[in-house]
């Protein structure tokens, strides 16, 4: 992707808040982050204050290139390097032990920190731009689906936020795969479209298991992506018997599926998803914020296939599923 000159312009004006420790909203290729200066600890609590996180969930830090790392974390494992080689800049944030100086702010008080080269233009200008690493989550607040356009993040953070970069849509949709490379074993703390196959493949070994002792991730909470109208999953097979019997009983549905609609019903939404992972991520947070404006008593979804290349699509739909306030520590 070009950018445009207007585009160089928004990046300098960008950078320049940053540094004056603002908040800027930029895109990624997974999701639209809201950065600050990771190394400005007041900027990195407007963060916390703007999304309503809370202060000890820790936060990844975006560079512009893989040489970077050195500044930010200590004891680098050759796993670290080839993968940043092989996948960065790409969707994959790396947990390694953090450097002395690294802000308690950012890692949440964790011994470790996160760390990823995003794989998209705008985000990398800024960076270069200013010239250090910025912390950024989702650009959404707490709890919500994460943003995968500009107008999302205004909808969610008005004024919250100092300025917002407009790179587009996210191609990919779906935030970072989250490896963790601090202990022993590598181990995918968060799965995304860089698969645990893929990972395990470059590496030459088999990633542990995400049981375990592991570090907080606000991402594993079980309410973490949730639209504010109750989201079913239903299995393939059942969806249009599942959505006739609401339609039964007068309740209204918004249904995300990748068959095509069969019969009319006032009550029925019908969304047809793509039958590709890789699309079907791209879409997944703009449909379902799309449709839970529209006021239905239920979302219902039906599961896509049991494959890996489907992981990350079904790990935020069980999230998008649960219950607030039930399974989820907080939302
Ligand atoms: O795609 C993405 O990763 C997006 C874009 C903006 O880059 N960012 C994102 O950030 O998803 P966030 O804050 O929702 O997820 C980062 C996850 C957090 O859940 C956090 O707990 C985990 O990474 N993480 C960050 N630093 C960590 C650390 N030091 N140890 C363990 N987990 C960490
Ligand atoms: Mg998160």
Redesign the pocket.
Known sequence: MELHASTHEDIVHAANIVRRGGLVAFP?E????LGADASNGQAVTRIFAAKGRPAD????V?LSAADEMARWARDIPDAAWVLAERLWPG?L?L?LK?AAGVLDAV??G?D???L?V?DHPVALALLKAFGSGIA???ANRFGRV?PTCAAHVRAELGDAVDYVIDGGSCQVGL??T?L?LSGSLPRV??P?AVTADLLARILGEPLGTRAGNQ??????MASHYAPDTPLRLIEAHAIETAAQSFLIIGQSIAVLSMRQLVSHHPDCRWITMPANPREYGQLLYARLREVDTWGCRWILVEQPPALAEWEAVHDRLKRSASIRGVEGIAS
Not at 215 to 220: A, D, H, M, W
């Open positions: 990624t997974t999701v639209y982050g969930h820790p936060l990844i975006h969707p944030t947990i953090r890692t949440g964790q470790t920190i996160g990823r995003p950024a989550p989702p994460s935030e970072s989250i963790d703390l968060r995304g570090p907080r991730v606000s991402g594993s």
